[in-house]
């Protein structure tokens, strides 16, 4: 190996934006180097999320809510092993009767719901409580204003920010969806919902688009369906909630008929002409018999 790849070696692994912070000092609280690490992410994606609960899967599935990458075991490339025993450490699970800690001893809350989905929630007031034993720092009031304690940030940059910044290389689905009606705020608010790829490939259950009468509310119905949102009403821009196949597909208006009395006769004739003979042939036919009127 020349000594030029070796740096470029070393140059890609320093500049990788995909790092997991380790904060060693939690180790003091976790009990160990996993539990830490996990303690920060669910912290990260529980801020980033309006400091709410969130759900995550362990490892990569078929669910419909699943997202390629987006799983504990591919974002911290731990062994199930060691997530189990490391999330134990600090978490407690809802349901669950064997648990080594106490619900109110516990950094995590979290449990799985009917559809398979697990969610996590921080114990707030526990995990500040020990957070500010831990930390003993000086608080400034002009930082405090502005950004809280310095100390206590969780400086991290993982997959979602990644996501976050590669959205403007999706100019060409965004040119899509405004073709459909979508503003400018809609669009980015639906890249927030649901990730580029789905959205991509739902654009695709489209067709031709030849028999939808809204394009805009199909596409958030079919959405919805197989990635269940609540921050993602449907509405569609005839006033209805996209249940309805009215809201959808193009009801059948009959033509106003524009002949005069004088050309409707003589079609209707024409009409009792050609069904005239048409019926001359059939009783010429062998074996056809044909009641006359």
Sequence with gaps: MTENSKLDVIGIIADDVTLVPYRPKLNKITGSVLSTIILQQVLY??????????????????????????????????????????????GF?????????????????????????????????YLTEKLTSLFLV?????????????????????????????????????????????????????LKAYTPEQVKNKLKALGNRQGIRNCKAYLLKILKVDYPNKNMPVISDNGGNGDSSDDFYPRYIPKKDDRTPEELKR??????????????????YPGCQVASS
Excluded at 53 to 77: I, M, P, Q, T, V
Excluded at 99 to 108: L, P, S, V, W
Excluded at 272 to 283: N, P, T
């Design 267 to 284: 079609d209707r004739l024409k009409i009792a002409e050609l069904a005239r003979i048409a019926l001359e042939r059939i009783r010429g």
């Design 93 to 125: 699970k809802m349901g669950k009767t064997r648990n080594k800690i106490k619900k109110e001893e516990a950094f995590i809350i979290y449990y799985q719901d009917k559809q398979g989905v697990t969610w996590y929630d921080i114990n707030a007031d």
């Design 138 to 190: 000086k608080w400034e009031s002009h930082v405090t204003k502005k950004s809280g304690n310095p100390t206590l940030l969780l400086n991290t940059k993982t997959t979602a920010d990644i996501k976050e910044q590669e959205l403007t290389k999706y100019g060409s689905l965004k040119k899509e969806l405004k073709k459909l009606n979508f503003s400018d705020q809609e669009v980015e608010r639906l």
């Design 45 to 90: 994606w529980w801020k980033k999320g309006g400091r709410k609960k969130f759900y995550k899967f362990k490892d990569k599935c078929n669910h419909a809510l699943y997202s390629e990458g987006d799983s504990w075991l591919e974002e911290l490339c731990f062994t199930r092993e060691e997530f189990d025993t490391a999330i134990k450490r600090i």
